[in-house]
């Protein structure tokens, strides 16, 4: 059985970006999934109870990641002067996973 979330995540990358990691979560009070690959983080919202139904809420390539402000569970991304705040147990490791990719692409 595939993950129809992942399904989800994996129509907005291009054939040479791959997802690496993925976490539970929220954002702006929405809960799904952030998804991280080579060169982006995404983030799937999930609805429903009985009949799931996820959209792709938002993409934003490390690039244009300005700032990362984590406090305990909640991780702030602020790109272009906009912030996207998740709440997640894995805002640490989501934290340096996005700071070593957004390397690993300025390195590219």
Do not use: C
């Not at 906009?82 to 300025?106: L, M, Q």
Request: glycine share 6%; net charge neutral; aromatic share 10%.
């Amino acid at each position: 059985m595939t993950n129809k979330w992942m399904d989800t995540a994996k129509k907005a990358l291009e054939p040479t970006d791959e997802v690496q990691k993925n976490y539970s979560g929220s954002h702006n009070g929405q809960d799904g999934y952030v998804i991280l690959s080579n060169r982006k983080l995404l983030f799937v919202s999930e609805k429903g109870i009985f009949k799931k139904i996820y959209n792709l809420v938002l993409e934003v390539p490390y690039d244009k990641i300005d700032e990362i402000i984590r406090n305990g569970n909640a991780l702030t991304l602020i790109e272009e002067e906009k912030k996207h705040i998740f709440k997640t147990g894995y805002a640490d490791a989501i934290e340096r996973s996005i700071k070593h990719y957004k390397e690993s692409t300025i390195m590219a």
